[in-house]
Structures are given as structure tokens and as C-alpha cells.
């Protein structure tokens, strides 16, 4: 399973947007980008995925570069309850729905 | 609503005291999954489902059982538990499709310490 490399920590405050990089040099052709976060005392859930094309959705937008070695995930206004970490997977197609969590970034928001 | 659910949510317990941790999901989904999160090193996968009666290892399975009777359940037993098992527990969900973008629904958690 390719790996992913994400900062420890990032910080932001409250609605200025955020960017949250992800370099992942050695994905493969048919690898999904998937991104999860984890609110303090929660499960995981669902944020974004794309695969080569810019995704948005109400949550999030994904940018994915070119090459697709790396993406980044903006919360194009952060508030509070973005306190969490993040979390960025890469996911082949027709795998077993297995989802590999590194050590994803904790982000924090200021008032 | 759809939702994940865990119980029980804590447990305290002695090492060699049998104990399950049930899982339940609303949503028909195929698929289901226990990670089991620890500092340091993010979730790792313990045992999977992908339906009824088929159940697989994931990457951290020793010490730890599954089953599927039923779609909607899948529960976690720790025939002899030991201290190395106390972690955050965390089932998960989702429909199974030919694709790698199904987004999987986690419940809220069941923290386990082994005394």
C-alpha cells in the first residue's frame, strides 16, 4: 500500500481558510486520494476523495497536482468544529476496503 | 438516522475475562470492519466482513474474534484478553461496489483497558 506524508500539526484561525498538504510520491495510476478526520472523542468520518480531477463537496474542497504526488484538502473557512486531525489515504480500486490511517495532522482553530 | 453503533462504550476488565464488544449498523451495508486506534500508530484493521458469513483478518487479528449471523451486526470477542489489547476500538461500515470510493461510517468508539 503506497504511503502518505502529512505535518504533525498545523494551526489556523477561526474563518480564515486552511490548507492541509499531503505528499504521496508513490501513489499508482489507480490509487484514490481519500480524505477522513477524527473529531476529539470520535470516530473517524468521511471528508472528500478524488482521483485526478479538483473535488468539492459541502465539507471540503480537494486539490490534487498534476502528477498526483501530492494533494491538498482546504476548509475554505474554518470554525471551531474543524478541530481535529486529518487524515490522508490512499486507496486502490477492487482492494478490500481497507483503509490505512498514518498519523494524520492535528489541526487547530483559534477564536 | 444512519449510524454506527458500539457497545459498551468504556470497559474496564481483568486479563483472561472473556468480554464482546457489539457493533451494529442501520444502513444494510455489506461491508464491516474493527480498527482498533492506538497512539502512535493511527488505526489498524483487526478483522473485516465483506457479508454474511465471510469474514477475513485484517492486519492486527491475533487475540481477537469475529462473526456475521447477520448483516446488520458484527461483534468483537476477546476470548482471554490481555493488557497488550487495551486500545480504542472502532467498527466501521459501508456498501460494497466494485469501486474504491465508498465511504465508510464509523461508530462512536469503545475505549477498553485490561487490567
Known amino acids: 500500500d503506497a504511503k502518505t506524508t502529512q505535518p504533525n500539526s498545523m494551526e489556523s484561525n477561526e474563518e480564515e481558510p486552511v490548507h492541509l498538504p499531503c505528499n504521496h510520491s508513490t501513489i499508482s495510476g489507480t490509487d484514490y486520494i481519500h480524505w477522513y478526520r477524527q473529531l476529539p472523542s470520535q470516530g473517524p468520518e468521511y471528508v472528500i476523495h478524488g482521483l485526478t480531477s479538483n473535488v468539492n463537496n459541502r465539507m471540503a474542497s480537494l486539490a490534487i497536482a498534476e502528477d498526483r504526488k501530492s494533494s491538498t484538502l482546504i476548509l475554505h473557512r474554518a470554525t471551531l468544529r474543524d478541530a481535529a486531525v486529518y487524515y490522508c489515504?490512499?486507496?486502490?480500486?477492487?482492494?478490500?476496503?481497507?483503509?490505512?490511517f498514518g498519523t494524520g495532522t492535528r489541526l487547530q482553530v483559534f477564536p | 438516522e444512519a449510524q454506527v453503533t458500539q457497545n459498551p462504550r468504556y470497559l474496564i476488565t481483568v486479563t483472561g475475562k472473556k468480554l464482546t464488544v457489539t457493533c451494529s449498523q442501520n444502513m444494510n451495508h455489506e461491508y464491516m470492519s474493527w480498527y482498533r486506534q492506538d497512539p502512535g500508530l493511527g488505526l489498524r484493521q483487526i478483522y473485516y466482513s465483506m457479508n454474511v458469513e465471510v469474514t477475513d483478518k485484517g492486519d492486527v487479528p491475533e487475540g481477537y474474534k469475529v462473526s456475521r449471523k447477520e448483516k446488520r451486526n458484527f461483534p468483537l470477542i476477546l476470548e482471554s484478553p490481555s493488557p497488550n489489547q487495551t486500545s480504542l476500538y472502532f467498527c466501521?461500515?459501508?456498501?460494497?461496489?466494485?469501486?474504491?470510493?465508498?465511504?465508510?461510517?464509523f461508530g462512536p468508539g469503545t475505549r477498553l483497558t485490561v487490567l
Open positions: 466501521a461500515s459501508s456498501i460494497l461496489t466494485s469501486g474504491s470510493y465508498n465511504e465508510q461510517f
Open positions: 489515504i490512499l486507496r486502490a480500486p477492487y482492494n478490500t476496503d481497507k483503509l490505512i
